[in-house]
């Protein structure tokens, strides 16, 4: 049972526009939540971060909103430059260790 | 400061062989992750290592082991491959005592081709 989904395999976007890319968990015991963005032939490079205790993390143009009740995360990146088109994964941590979802495509059209 | 290293880049096996790969994490980190990435199942956790102890272990067969070194540099195991081992490898390096919370650094990959 995938206990970290990312219901949407891809997702386009124009450039100077939002991007908001969902993320649900089933496991209420998870206490952080993570997004890694992946370009192809590269690893995955941390983005940024949220603790379970609060609903929001800003780090320039990249939010990340937390809503425990629904077990939802977001990412938001506003506005989105081509640079942004990658792989992104979420991830929950929890007492076995960070488990990912499978990743969203995000592709920026100019 | 060098970051996460992994050989080999790619390689190429028949079924029935086994395979190791190394990953070398960044200095001063102690946890080591390994992370098999395949098209459509996303990262899926194999195993972390902690100061050279197994601390958790994901759901793969046997046939994937693993092991951490005294200087932290780890080690990974496939035996009697088959086709569906075909995957990128990911290693991963933290330096914190609970590695699971906050980032981990990946390396670029070991990618493994079975025919």
């Known amino acids: 049972d995938q206990q970290v989904k990312q219901n949407s395999p891809s997702l386009s976007v124009q450039e100077g526009r939002i991007s908001i890319l969902n993320c649900d968990y089933t496991n209420s015991m998870f206490d952080y939540f993570l997004w890694y963005k992946k370009y192809p032939a590269e690893g995955p490079t941390f983005l940024i971060s949220?603790?379970?205790?609060?609903d929001k993390n800003e780090d320039g143009r990249f939010t990340v909103f937390l809503n425990k009740s629904a077990k939802h995360l977001s990412l938001h990146i506003v506005p989105s430059q081509p640079g942004d088109s990658a792989v992104y994964f979420c991830?929950?941590?929890?007492?076995?260790?960070?488990?990912f979802g499978k990743g969203t495509h995000l592709i920026i059209q100019p | 400061k060098a970051g996460v290293t992994q050989t080999p880049r790619y390689l190429i096996k028949t079924r029935g062989q086994q395979v190791t790969l190394s990953c070398s994490p960044i200095s001063g980190h102690r946890s080591v992750s390994w992370y098999q990435q395949t098209p459509g199942q996303g990262l899926q956790f194999l195993f972390e290592y902690f100061s050279e102890t197994q601390r958790n272990k994901g759901n793969f067969p046997g046939r994937f082991s693993g092991r951490q070194f005294s200087n932290s540099r780890s080690e990974m195991n496939v035996s009697t491959l088959e086709l569906g081992d075909s995957a990128l490898y990911l290693c991963?390096?933290?330096?914190?005592?609970?590695?699971?919370?906050?980032?981990?650094?990946f390396g670029e990959g070991s990618r493994l081709t079975v025919l």
């Open positions: 949220i603790s379970s205790i609060k």
């Open positions: 991963a390096s933290g330096n914190l005592f609970a590695p699971s919370v906050g980032e981990l650094f």
């Open positions: 991830a929950a941590s929890g007492a076995d260790g960070l488990t």
